[in-house]
């Protein structure tokens, strides 16, 4: 059986794939990393969005054995490892941006990759828009936007905190 | 020294407790629950929507790597069909056609996506495989999908004893009053219009894990489901025959259900099932094709509506003609959805004297439908709210002023429809005036001229709607054909040192109740929000429940906590009495007391905390024991009086684009009463995402069968789920006025968005279409059918 080597948060893992095998599907199946999930199979609706060498990618879609060498991040390594959570999950707490959390961890991860791309700051109608790739049932969209507004201050070091962007 | 107890009660906007888990990705949903020597399930499926099974041959199958059995109903011998949990009767009293359901298919399938078989394997890969390999003689047949096609003459028929395809001829009301309402009219209104169906979409796909111990006969299936002890009661009684003792449901965080998890379905028993054949566990996920032709599907109804009016505008009369599909199958509750839940909201904030409604539901070679989001009452307050538009419209009325004049006064409460129902509460005037105010429909027109400078058609649409949630009185529903009871069980369980468990049968899945309800914990009992963990959704931990659904957790869960509580309050009166050597009658308990909770002697300044009492119950040195037992935990079921009645107003403004047919929502108001509110910043949440998908039915959402019953739409490239920039920033405001016959006032706010935004966003398009001279726009309101209207009539 071919074998694929690659870092996930940060941990080197040598991990026995078939060829069809996902990227998802060994980070779920065989890393046990749950975090990352699977809402559609066609690439539209992002609970599966995690980051390649700093990319958001959609791991539904990506087979296991293109990540030779990658170092792909989880919505488990996003915090800190003291647990301190990165801005963006701190703002989707704080604004609401959650509910029943499927979608969460695909929206964070995109919405993370989306305020990095864009240093110089993004729009509502620019934040809607670079949500194109994840879909939410639960929310309407209206406090994910609020809370990546308020991430990107912070992100970009314009705000403090995110209570201090949230005022 | 308890400053924050009253930031953290009812009203407060306190921040959800599940949230840490979710985000940092260590909830734990079914599809991440693994069992040691766990097999995997892949169903194999109906491609056809109508065919006759010759064989089912698995011999190549069983052979393939993985492979540990495949089943088809030849083999699930002795278990019985899935049953339906509300029966209706038909005018003439007989009871509806009720056909059988079985958990695979036997001898026929009658929709795409119906079970024929399951393969169950080491990986899911092996199970798919396999499947693919079986080979499966059957001969198509002609099917039926349309509602109104359905009860043609000439129809296929779906089940062979359903003659007609006839499910039941319900009716409601007071046809004779209506039809002299009718006779004497000055202006009569006609509308017609399908309500689509659509697929509710939660983002986690549906999930079973079924384990079976051999040693103790106990079966456990965790599964994706708003409401485990109904699971378990259905499919533990009816379909394979287990005790209760020996069946534990358990439904851990659950990503969404809007209605689809609400029902019993075939996988859950098939894993069930198949585990304690195999003595292994068995998983089966859906993968979202799956899902479009799986899950029950919602709405569907066929719809003619007529009004009478007098020459000023009051409604006089309603006669209603809706055919309602209720797919191959009955669902757990399809066949109430369309009567109990929608006829009996016709009379919306209306006080309409007489109203007449008939329903028809038909069996169709489609996916089941049953509940989703508003489960009736949306279906209800578009034909009314698009009917009263109409109306305005064509008699000449203002559109606002005839909504006003027709509403039900406030001061009419308890007000008794023509159409059963009994209102409690509600103030549709202040809702009307706080939205109309808040949208400035007064500044509209210059909008409207502004976006005609760009070229643009600018529309706003007003609804003023109720619906009855908080289901239900389990008397009324019971006579009504209901087979279940509806009240809801909670369980306050005070541990020694003071801190708080609650067993509660409602069940969360993106709701926030881990937090609503410690909040209502934190309010009555004075005992901090973190100190309080609500547990819910397991059958081996919670006493019983009837779960989510029908905006009911709050208002009829939420109640039965609140009787509980009243039970710990008056023990720990009796304890605190014991311990101050005090009369019970002279000892007051304060939540926000100067220990927290704090049960005082009147008038003196002798205290103690509910944590002493509690401490005092477990370690009862010195105790009353000759009138209590010791312990500090009580379990209370509350049965609702009446329905709650949350209505209100919402107002969308569009505009739409000349050149393509493109609606663009530009902003949304809704004013709602929901009774009183627990956490404002959830009760907002739940509104716009009740919005968003009450939009995405108005503009984008539409399940579509081609004519030999194909689903076409059966994934998300298919099927347009609102996205991030589909929809505008939507303005949430509460107008409370309390629900009369709970303990808490409350009403409920799962549903309203869903329910009164339709026929605002329908409202909004016909009036940007108005130099078009059309009437009506069917949803969704898509590019292609606006751009037919605005360039079919120009050239």
Request: net charge negative; glycine share 10%.
């Amino acid at each position: 059986m071919p074998q694929v080597t690659l870092s996930v948060n940060g941990k080197s893992h040598t991990v026995e794939i078939e060829g069809r095998t996902l990227l998802v599907e060994l980070l779920r199946e065989k890393l046990r990393l749950t975090g990352t999930h699977v809402g559609c199979d066609t690439s539209q609706c992002g609970a599966c969005v995690v980051h390649i060498d700093g990319e958001s990618v959609k791991a539904c879609t990506t087979l296991a054995a293109m990540c030779e060498g990658a170092s792909v991040t989880t919505i488990e390594g996003l915090a800190r490892p003291d647990g301190t959570l990165h801005p963006m999950q701190e703002a989707f707490r704080e604004y609401h941006a959650l509910q029943c959390g499927f979608c969460t961890p695909g929206m964070v991860m995109s919405a993370v990759d989306l305020v990095q791309k864009h240093p110089e700051g993004l729009s509502e109608a620019e934040i809607r828009e670079g949500l194109e790739g994840n879909l939410c049932r639960c929310t309407g969209y209206h406090n994910i936007v609020k809370a990546i507004a308020a991430a990107q201050d912070v992100m970009h070091g314009r705000r403090e905190t995110i209570a201090a962007a949230a005022q | 020294m308890n400053a924050v107890l009253p930031f953290e009660g009812i009203g407060a906007s306190v921040k959800r407790k599940e949230d840490l888990r979710f985000l940092s990705g260590r909830g734990q949903y079914v599809d991440d629950i693994n069992r040691p020597g766990q097999a995997h399930a892949w169903i194999l499926r109906s491609q056809y929507a109508h065919a006759r099974i010759n064989s089912i041959d698995t011999t190549a199958a069983s052979k393939m790597p993985g492979v540990v059995a495949i089943y088809t109903s030849a083999d699930m011998t002795g278990i019985g069909g899935i049953p339906c949990g509300w029966q209706i009767h038909n005018k003439d009293g007989t009871p509806m056609a009720e056909p059988k359901h079985p958990v695979l298919a036997e001898g026929k399938v009658r929709h795409v996506g119906d079970p024929i078989a399951v393969v169950i394997a080491e990986t899911r890969s092996q199970a798919r495989d396999a499947g693919e390999a079986i080979v499966l003689d059957v001969e198509p047949l002609p099917a039926v999908t349309g509602t109104t096609a359905a009860l043609a003459g000439a129809a296929p028929c779906v089940h062979d004893d359903v003659a007609g395809n006839l499910c039941y001829d319900w009716h409601i009301g007071d046809k004779a009053a209506t039809d002299a309402a009718f006779a004497k009219a000055a202006h009569h209104v006609v509308f017609e219009t399908t309500n689509n169906r659509l697929v509710p979409n939660a983002m986690e796909p549906r999930s079973a894990v079924g384990d079976y111990d051999t040693t103790t006969g106990e079966h456990t299936l965790f599964t994706t489901s708003q409401n485990p002890h109904v699971i378990r009661l259905l499919m533990g009684a009816f379909v394979l025959q287990i005790p209760e003792s020996k069946l534990r449901v358990v439904a851990p965080d659950v990503g969404g259900g809007f209605g689809s998890k609400i029902y019993h379905y075939a996988e859950e028993a098939i894993v069930t099932w198949a585990a304690a054949k195999l003595g292994r566990p068995v998983k089966w996920t859906a993968d979202r094709t799956e899902a479009f032709m799986s899950d029950a599907h919602g709405r569907d109804h066929v719809s003619r509506a007529e009004l009478a009016l007098d020459k000023d505008g009051t409604f006089l009369g309603l006669r209603v003609h809706t055919q309602a599909n209720m797919g191959a199958y009955l669902s757990t509750f399809a066949p109430c959805v369309p009567t109990y839940l929608y006829a009996t909201l016709l009379a919306g904030v209306y006080s309409t004297p007489a109203i007449y409604a008939e329903v028809q539901a038909v069996f169709t070679h489609t996916v089941p439908v049953d509940a989703y989001r508003g489960a009736g009452r949306p279906e209800a307050t578009y034909l009314l709210e698009r009917l009263v538009d109409v109306a305005a419209r064509q008699c000449g009325f203002d559109k606002v002023e005839l909504r006003r004049r027709n509403f039900i006064a406030t001061s009419a409460f308890p007000y008794q429809t023509p159409v059963a129902l009994e209102y409690d509460s509600g103030d549709y005037v202040s809702t009307l005036n706080q939205a109309l105010e808040t949208a400035d429909w007064a500044g509209f027109e210059a909008r409207r001229a502004e976006s005609a400078s760009r070229g643009k058609l600018r529309g706003i649409g007003i609804s003023t709607y109720l619906e009855a949630c908080g289901i239900a009185p389990s008397a009324v529903v019971g006579s009504l054909g209901a087979r279940a009871g509806l009240y809801e069980v909670g369980t306050i369980r005070v541990h020694p040192t003071g801190s708080i468990t609650v067993l509660t049968g409602a069940h969360s899945h993106g709701q926030g109740h881990e937090t609503t309800f410690a909040q209502l914990v934190c309010d009555k009992l004075g005992v901090p929000v973190a100190q309080v963990d609500i547990v819910h959704g397991d059958t081996g931990k919670v006493p019983f429940g009837m779960g989510t659904y029908g905006s009911r957790s709050l208002a009829v869960g939420g109640s039965a906590m609140d009787k509980a509580m009243d039970k710990i309050i008056a023990k720990g009166k009796r304890i605190a009495a014991h311990l101050m050597e005090a009369s019970v009658e002279d000892i007051e308990f304060d939540p926000r007391g100067e220990k927290g909770g704090t049960f005082r002697v009147a008038g003196t300044d002798r205290t103690k905390a509910l944590a002493e009492i509690s401490l005092a119950a477990y370690v009862p040195h010195n105790f009353p024991h000759d009138e209590l037992e010791p312990g500090l935990e009580e379990t209370a079921f509350y049965d609702p009086k009446n329905f709650t009645y949350p209505g209100g107003c919402h107002i969308a403004e569009v505009e739409i684009e000349r050149e393509t047919g493109q609606v663009h929502l530009l902003n949304f108001t809704a004013v709602d009463d929901v009774g009183r509110v627990v956490n404002p910043m959830i009760v907002e949440g739940q509104v716009q995402g009740g919005v968003a998908q009450g939009v995405g039915q108005a503009l984008l959402e539409n399940c579509v069968y081609d004519s030999s019953g194909q689903l076409i739409s059966a994934s998300m490239m298919d099927y347009a789920m609102p996205r991030a920039d589909d929809l505008a920033p939507v303005s949430v405001a509460t107008h409370t006025t309390l629900c009369t016959h709970n303990p808490l006032g409350v009403k409920g706010c799962g549903e309203v968005g869903a329910i009164g935004s339709p026929p605002a966003v329908i409202n909004a398009v016909v009036d940007a279409l108005r130099e078009f001279g059309v009437n009506h726009v069917e949803m969704p309101a898509t590019a292609p059918k606006i751009w037919s209207i605005i360039h079919g009539s120009t050239h």
